[in-house]
């Protein structure tokens, strides 16, 4: 190194000192112009020693950035830290600089065998290593826990008059055009840090004392092998102060003496934009990764060309943004620098910018830019060379294999279960769900309620990675590793739910080899538990699993046969279950009756289609019947809660099991004078509350809406409070129109609803009869929508029922 570049970083002989900002693209640009100038003969950079192995991989051809180092303890996966580096990132512009120079790359900064093992002693999860998003060099990349320590950036700033430090670092650093001098930022940055150092020691993080001493017995084994002048560290400028310092080896050991130490693996790892925002809760990350990156990577004109990219995507959103827009912003951004004195429009400028010209002055599109600009979806990608667990390479094959590319970005996967591919990707979404893998979620589908398709909701986080070595304990592919999950799930069960559950995951992952153990478990716990509530909690599962396996193909006989035991256990033991229960009690077993109904109908469809195989013909009209039976003897108890009661004679209304009148009988009985009012309030509640459709059957039902109005006229006013909460309750969960409605029937007085008051004329508003006319006005517009016409020429024609007194009704008829 010449004599005139010694003499301008530093006052004497010793290392070449690049203090930067972490994910800086002024200080990246600073550090290629001083390595090139510098041209030392080995490059140190902060990170953990054991990425030496893996320095060759971060300039390989497949390795698009932003990844990250990725360390974890061997034997406990969950323990582990993270080095992000963006392209932008000083340390990984070092790094491409030495590897086109043919430099070696060392890192310096104290092991993660030592940092991991610390933070397994309970010492602060703040101080896992890792470089931050400011001009320091500790803390953050381990862990979400806030590091109570001073921010460099934040203090410099508010001591040059600023009120926010991102906007300082623009103006003294990114908007600085390259002088003369490339080692002047340096040695400015250097003597700031040393300033503070001399009056905040460090920080708040002892911690960074024994990093420092690591980091110049490490300075000091490279200078004895390439020369005292010949070697460059590239590190947060917080420590440049430090390891200027003349402290001697035996002090240095001091400090590091005892360490606990732990074995740690360490690979890359894909990193998005989004994980480097602080926003993203990375403690050590920075505000707007998509802005630097563009600072980093435009030719010139940065403004022009940021602005210009916003319009494009505001005009891929359908918003009318012209080049006339473009032009008008960067004039606007471009003043308004000039009025707040600084030297180039920054983020701030740019997005007033945007807000103001392209937006309109409304904030809904701008965090549209915000997310998909500022900061960004960008994920990226390490090369096949890198170290990876068996199920790792594993997974990356199935998604090659599936074309199932992760992405940062979330997105709908729609799968059709007849197709073949789409029948393995919801295979290995769901064994990835089992291992704790949350790639994708079920989402709801449009369109389609059948078992055949499936929704998925996909994003992939850096985190998952670590999740993916967790799960490498259960096996060494996708397959083996849910498969042994699964087993050791079902043992370690808590309750019957759960192993229902478990096999109805089983089942759509298509685990075979785990199904019978989970069986043998579930038949076990069904055995012994007495418990309704359990049993009713693990039927409407088990009863989906069958659903599940019909459509997959796969033999569900041995379910069949255990979930028609226990509806049989549910149907033996409900009545007394019932019974004396209080209102919270009522009111959670209210949806056992519920969920029971649901499987219960399943079953019945399964059994008639004998798609359960063997046990078909248990499965048919019999169980219905039994549940009907059960039901109506549920309605008719006086000792069973009044929202179960309501219930039960709701479903058996909706079931077609009730005669005319006979649930009008119902609700008389439950609503007379001789029934305590907050029973029969919960009765209502059971009956038409729920949200079950509830509001329009008493629109429809003038029996059953006078006897209700009957009822509430009733009530003591002693009794109103107690019993207004429950109806309140159940009729605020009607749809507006519905309580519209029904206040308006109820308005117009008694002499409108009810059974034995109603006039000759019914319910106002409602006609005696049906108006055959009107009703058959819809009939075209039906037939459209069923794909058939309506008249002689089609086969189809309407037939009018004549009324009854409320009844009658216009349907298709298919004639010859």
């Known amino acids: 190194m010449s004599d005139e570049v010694r003499g301008t970083i530093r006052a004497g002989e010793g290392p070449l000192l690049l203090g930067v900002r972490h994910h800086g693209p002024g200080s990246a640009h600073a550090v290629r112009a001083a390595l090139e100038e510098g ?105 979400d826990v806030e590091a109570v320590r001073i921010d460099p950036l934040a203090v410099l700033a508010e001591t040059a008059g600023y009120d926010d430090p991102e906007r300082w670092w623009e103006d003294v650093v990114e908007h600085r055009g390259a002088g003369a001098d490339v080692f002047a930022p340096f040695e400015a940055l250097g003597e700031a840090m040393g300033a503070l150092r001399e009056e905040y020691g460090t920080g708040g993080h002892d911690r960074d004392l024994v990093r420092e001493a690591y980091m110049r017995i490490q300075i000091r084994a490279a200078q004895r092998e390439f020369g005292a002048d010949d070697v460059a560290v590239v590190c947060g400028a917080w420590h440049v102060p430090a390891l200027r310092q003349k402290v001697t080896v035996a002090a240095d050991r001091a400090l590091l003496k005892g360490l606990p130490k732990v074995k740690v693996d360490m690979t890359w790892v894909p990193w998005t934009h989004r994980r480097l925002s602080r926003a993203s809760g990375y403690g050590a990350g920075i505000a707007s990764p998509g802005w630097y990156g563009h600072l980093f990577s435009a030719p010139d004109r940065p403004v022009e060309r940021w602005l210009t990219k916003v319009a494009r995507l505001l005009r891929d959103e359908d918003r009318l943004v012209s080049s006339a827009h473009v032009i008008e912003a960067v004039r606007l951004a471009d003043t308004l620098a000039a009025m707040r004195g600084r030297p180039l429009p920054g983020l701030t400028e740019t997005t007033d910018a945007i807000r103001a010209v392209m937006c309109e002055g409304s904030d809904v599109p701008l965090s549209l830019v915000h997310d998909k600009l500022v900061v960004g979806d960008v994920l990226g990608e390490v090369p096949d060379a890198a170290p990876a667990v068996p199920l790792q390479r594993d997974l990356t094959r199935l998604q090659r294999k ?64 670590v999740r993916v070595a967790e799960a490498g304990v259960w096996g060494t592919t996708v397959l083996a590793a849910a498969t042994a999950r699964a087993e050791s799930d079902a043992v370690g069960a808590g309750a019957l739910a759960d192993v229902t559950a478990l096999a109805e995951r089983c089942l759509l992952a298509e685990l075979p ?23 009713a909690q693990a039927l409407p599962a088990l009863v989906r ?38 209102q919270d009690a009522a009111v959670e077993m209210r949806g056992h009756v519920d969920a029971v109904h649901q499987a219960v109908g399943l079953l019945g469809e399964l059994g008639s289609t004998g798609s359960t195989g063997s046990t078909g013909s248990a499965l048919g009209a019999g169980m ?51 029934t305590e009012p907050a029973e029969a309030a919960a009765w209502i509640e059971g009956f038409v509350g729920g949200g079950s459709g509830g509001g329009m059957l008493l629109v429809h039902d003038e029996r059953l809406l006078g006897l209700v109005d009957d009822w509430l006229s009733g009530v003591p006013d002693r009794a109103f409070t107690d019993v207004l909460p429950l109806l309140r309750r159940t009729f605020s969960a009607y749809e507006p129109g519905v309580r519209r409605t029904l206040g308006e029937l109820v308005r117009r007085g008694p002499g409108s609803v009810g059974g034995s008051t109603a006039v000759a004329g019914g319910i106002p508003g409602f006609g005696t009869e049906l108006d055959a006319e009107r009703a058959d006005a819809v009939l075209p517009v039906l037939g459209l929508l069923l794909g058939v016409g309506v008249g002689s020429g089609s086969g189809v024609a309407p037939r009018s029922g004549a009324s009854d007194g409320g009844g009658g009704g216009n349907e298709f008829v298919r004639v010859g």
């Open 39 to 143: 041209a030392p003969r080995v490059v140190l950079i902060e990170g953990p020693p054991e990425a030496d192995a893996l320095v060759a991989l971060a300039a390989d051809e497949g390795m698009r950035p932003p990844v990250a180092l990725l360390a974890h303890v061997v034997d406990e996966p969950g323990r582990s830290a993270f080095w992000p580096l963006a392209e932008f990132s000083p340390e990984r512009v070092a790094i491409k600089w030495a590897a086109g120079a043919g430099v070696p790359v060392r890192f310096m900064d104290l092991p993660a065998a030592h940092s991991l093992a610390r933070a397994e002693e309970g010492q602060d999860a703040a101080d896992a290593p890792g470089p931050s998003g400011d001009a320091d060099g500790g803390g953050g990349g381990g862990g």
């Open 402 to 465: 599936l074309r199932l590319k992760p992405e940062a970005l979330e997105r709908e996967l729609e799968l059709d279960l007849r197709k073949e591919t789409d029948a393995a990707r919801s295979r290995l979404l769901h064994r990835l769900r089992l291992l704790g893998i949350g790639w994708g979620e079920p989402a709801a589908s449009r369109g389609s309620t059948g078992t055949f398709r499936e929704t998925w909701r996909l994003r992939w986080e850096p985190e998952l990675s």
């Open 513 to 535: 080899d785990a199904l019978p153990v989970v069986m043998r478990v579930l038949a076990d716990r069904a055995a012994l538990d007495a418990d309704v509530g359990h049993l």
């Open 545 to 582: 699993s069958l659903r599940y396996g019909d459509v997959r193909g796969t033999d569900t006989a041995a379910l069949g046969e255990v979930a028609v035991g226990l509806a049989e256990r549910v149907f033996v033991g409900l009545p007394p279950a019932c019974a004396g229960l209080d």
């Open 624 to 674: 219905r019947v039994r549940w009907y039976s059960v039901l109506r003897g549920l309605g008719e108890r006086d000792s069973v809660a009044g929202v179960v009661r309501g219930r039960c004679v709701r479903i058996l209304m909706d079931g077609g099991e009730l005669a005319e009148g006979e649930a009008a009988r119902y609700m008389g009985l439950a609503l007379s004078r001789g």
